[in-house]
């Protein structure tokens, strides 16, 4: 089955997981990058006043233009697998954003978050909601400096 991994990493956490799975899947990786970056004072949670405080008060601010969209060769995936922080208790919205710009019709989606202290939530699932396609399986939450067997274990039950 050909595997594409794409992930939003924010600190790096998500990244090294993501770049674990596509080591242990042989799969290609794709990186979401949002058109303008976050910076450490932009997730700032604590702040009100910072980047990711003011979107997540604001849905209308979460639409999140991404860089490079184009993927080549999208159509002859068979499996997605895609990872994204958790920022209050849902996926990262750039994640949202990458979502809602592909065709995920005859894939299989393999969502995991990286998250310090939350769960995976229904993250998952509204993701799904976003994607209105696809065959998406029940998300895996991995702590943000998972062991390397964990991340070998989940891969190797795929």
Same mark, same amino acid.
């Given at each position: ?12 956490h998500t990244k090294k997981i993501a ?23 932009? *997730? $700032?949670?604590? !702040?009100? /006043? ?8 604001? &849905?209308?601010?979460?639409? =999140?233009?991404?860089?490079? *969209? $184009?993927?080549? !060769?999208? /159509? ?8 994204? &922080?958790?920022?209050?208790? =849902?996926?990262?919205w750039p994640v949202n954003s990458f ?11 393999? &969502? ?32 943000q400096d998972a062991p390397v067997a ?9």
């Amino acid at each position: 089955m050909k595997t594409l991994v794409c992930y939003f990493s924010a600190e790096g956490h998500t990244k090294k997981i993501a770049e674990e799975i596509a080591k242990n899947l042989e799969a290609n990786i794709y990186e979401i990058e949002p058109e303008k970056p976050y910076t450490k004072e932009d *997730l $700032d949670w604590t !702040n009100s /006043d910072s980047r990711a405080s003011k979107e997540n008060d604001n &849905p209308e601010l979460r639409n =999140i233009e991404l860089k490079n *969209l $184009d993927i080549p !060769n999208w /159509d002859e995936y068979e499996r997605i697998i895609i990872g994204y &922080p958790i920022w209050w208790g =849902i996926a990262a919205w750039p994640v949202n954003s990458f979502v809602k710009s592909k065709d995920w019709t005859n894939k299989t989606v393999l &969502p995991f978050c990286v998250s310090h202290s939350s769960g995976l939530g229904d993250s998952d699932l509204l993701l799904k909601d976003d994607a209105n396609a696809g065959d998406w399986q029940e998300g895996i939450r991995f702590y943000q400096d998972a062991p390397v067997a964990k991340i070998k274990s989940w891969t190797d039950s795929l």
